[in-house]
Each structure stands twice: as structure tokens, then as C-alpha cells.
């Protein structure tokens, strides 16, 4: 996924905000508590929850996988299968066994260029303009009740 990214100047950036457990969905009370903290911040947000885990990406941005135990490249062929195996089972199961020192990890595990993950809440601003702070971070942590993973998505 390489090239130029000549359609950035128009196109739409997101923030997503999910618990760092794919299997985590906070109350909605504490769902609302966040994205109300969000509004007062960025002018678009909203949230979403789902049955079973989605894959939330980083768009362009994604262009390798590693792995997190001894760091080779993985290969995209590779993981692309695993997604589909994982995808035939609604994302309930991310373990992985490496192909390269032949490992027990998760999908949501490998170390990929961007930040991305699997999420059955997901709290997305769109065009935020910025990045948030570690104490913005840090406080969506505490009204969520949960570790949260920010994934910056590029259309
Ligand atoms: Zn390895």
C-alpha cells in the first residue's frame, strides 16, 4: 500500500478511541462519559458499539506487520489469512502462532506501523485537527474504566 497520497488535501482523518481488550465494551454511562469529555474538545464525535470485535485500521497508514516476540517481518499473504480465518469467527479469537520463531500471539498483539486493533467500542472524532495529549489519553482511561488504544485513521 504504497504511493503518493495526493488525495490527503480532501480527504477525512479520524481519531479512534477503543478499550486495548477486544473483548471490552465499557457501560454506556461510562461510554457517554467520554464522548461528552471528547465533545467539549473536537466539534465531531461519536460512538459505536458491536456485537463482536471490528477491525478498526489505520487506512493508508498501514503498510507492515512485525512480530512482537523476536521482531522479523511478517508476511502481508500471511497475515491477510489469519484476518480471514479470525473474520470467518467474528474476531472473538486474534491468536496467532508466528511464523517466524513460531509463537503464541494475537493479532491485536503484532507490531504494526500505526497503531490499530479489534474493538467492540469504538469512540471515533473525525477531522480532530490534532492529536490528543497523554492527560486526555490518561483521562479517557479513567471514564472508561479500561486501557484504551488511539488509533489515527487516514481515508
Ligand atoms: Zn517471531
Known amino acids: 500500500m504504497s504511493g503518493v497520497r495526493y488525495t490527503e488535501a480532501v480527504s477525512d482523518s479520524f481519531l479512534h478511541v477503543l478499550p ?3 473483548k471490552a465494551c465499557p457501560s454506556a454511562g461510562k461510554q457517554n462519559d467520554a464522548v461528552d469529555y471528547l465533545r467539549d474538545r473536537f466539534s465531531f464525535v461519536r460512538c459505536e458499539t458491536h456485537a463482536h470485535p471490528v477491525f478498526v485500521d489505520a ?14 517481518a511478517l508476511d502481508i499473504g500471511w497475515w491477510g489469512e489469519r484476518m480471514d480465518i479470525a473474520a470467518a469467527a467474528d474476531f472473538e479469537e486474534l491468536g496467532v502462532v508466528t511464523p517466524c520463531c513460531e509463537g503464541e500471539s494475537l493479532l ?11 474493538a467492540r467500542c469504538v469512540i471515533t472524532v473525525t477531522n480532530p485537527g490534532r492529536e490528543l495529549g ?20 487516514h481515508m
Do not use: I, K
Open 59 to 72: 487506512g493508508l497508514s498501514f503498510e507492515s506487520v512485525a512480530c512482537p516476540l523476536c521482531g522479523a
Open 20 to 22: 486495548r481488550s477486544s
Open 134 to 153: 497523554p492527560a486526555e489519553v490518561r483521562e479517557l482511561q479513567r471514564l472508561l474504566g479500561t486501557q484504551v488504544r488511539v488509533v489515527r485513521q
Open 108 to 118: 491485536d498483539a503484532l507490531r504494526y506501523l500505526e497503531e490499530q486493533g479489534f
